[in-house]
């Protein structure tokens, strides 16, 4: 891929960097994490955020547990408590379950922890970025077919949070086919919802997409079903946090309104789902996804760069105003137009997923 850099590595002295992505668009910061504290702060304070790179993070993070255990001569109970920990760093995002299994599996039976933790760590990685390019091979044809039907006008992309590069390792997943699109010289445009509170969309996906060159235009929230009502988006694609065996969709909030207006619309929803975010276990979103609820000062404070440079945090209500700040909501999967895995499309059904997926029938 064009540009390429990764979200997540390891240094010379076998520890881990991220990017701090609080800091973006306007700093690019790196972050050295060299305990499973570390990690887990990275992940609670969203210096990391996404749910691959969540997932990976947390993988480092055991690695970390076990380099810890090894160098202070500390009981197994130590890595106990970092998977403890881990795990209750963030509550929606099924891949920091998912990366947790692997390195526990792993590590069972096994007579070298370091050197088992490292590896696994390095292939929960590599998995992702893997997963990522073939959603795009699989959601590339969409751009393709749409483009063609416009006579090669600019394919219009409404996205909402970001799932890009930045929530995963390389390519993203919503971003993977608009990269290959791009790279194909396929005519692009993204509509990028700012998503607030946290403002992923102007902050990050607005970044990335600068950064490869993608011509997209920023848009507050609530604009999009006017852009619907005006033919002005051709499809909508967004990224999950979770997904259930039934085919409804966790992911930031937001993205229910945006499939509801999609809907009235007759405009294709389609979600980029790495397997890796699948939880087969449930079926009902609306009831069985815990839905994180954050710190109300997500909302009542926005942060951007002043005119002075700096990097400030503004009050937009009266100082005694309370908020309510949930980060995800559940899209039900009657208004999803598709799934694209690493595997292909299928519907968003029990039947499809498990088309694609025949180990979890
Ligand atoms: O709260 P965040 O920023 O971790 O939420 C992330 C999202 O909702 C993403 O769209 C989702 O994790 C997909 S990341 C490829």
């Not at 994490?33 to 993070?57: C, F, H, Q, S, W």
């Not at 760093?89 to 526990?104: E, G, Q």
């Not at 792993?106 to 760590?121: G, P, R």
């Not at 009235?264 to 449930?282: C, G, Q």
């Amino acid at each position: 891929m064009a540009n390429t850099f990764r979200t997540i590595w390891t240094t010379e002295d076998r520890f881990v960097e991220v990017i701090d992505q609080r800091e973006l668009p306007h700093k690019v910061v790196v972050v050295k994490l060299k305990t499973y504290r570390d990690a887990e702060n990275a992940i609670k304070n969203m210096t990391v955020r996404g749910a691959p790179l969540i997932g990976a993070t947390a993988a480092y993070g055991i690695y970390l547990a076990v380099r810890e255990m090894n160098e202070k001569g500390l009981s197994k109970e130590f890595l106990d408590e970092a998977f403890s920990a881990l795990r209750a760093s963030r509550p929606t995002a099924i891949n920091l379950f998912w990366a947790l299994d692997k390195m526990k599996a792993a590590l069972e039976n096994c007579d070298d922890y370091l050197k088992i933790s490292w590896k696994e760590a390095a292939r929960i990685v590599e998995e992702d970025i893997e997963i990522c390019r073939m959603i795009g091979v699989h959601g590339l044809p969409l751009l393709e077919e749409i483009s063609k039907k416009k006579k090669g006008e600019a394919v219009n992309i409404l996205t909402h949070c970001n799932a890009g590069m930045l929530g995963c390792i390389e390519w993203g997943t919503v971003t993977s086919p608009i990269y290959q699109a791009h790279e194909k010289g396929i005519k692009i445009h993204v509509w990028v919802d700012e998503t607030r509170p946290r403002n992923q969309g102007s902050n990050l996906t607005a970044f990335e997409l600068t950064k490869h060159g993608i011509e997209h235009t920023l848009i507050v929230d609530n604009t999009g079903g006017h852009l619907m009502q005006h033919g002005l988006v051709d499809i909508v694609l967004v990224g999950t946090d979770r997904t259930t065996r039934n085919g409804d969709v966790a992911n930031k909030i937001g993205t229910y309104l945006k499939a509801l207006a999609a809907k009235d619309n007759k405009i294709p929803f389609y979600v980029a789902l790495p397997s890796t975010t699948l939880d087969m276990r449930i079926r009902d979103g609306l009831s069985e996804i815990p839905i994180e609820k954050r710190d109300q000062n997500e909302v009542r404070y926005v942060q951007g760069l002043s005119k002075k440079g700096e990097i400030e945090q503004i009050l937009i209500c009266p100082e005694t105003t309370k908020a309510l700040n949930y980060g995800f909501d559940v899209t039900p999967s009657r208004l999803i137009t598709g799934l694209i895995t690493e595997r292909g499309i299928c519907s968003p059904t029990e039947e499809g997923i498990c088309s694609l997926f025949p180990e979890y029938s």
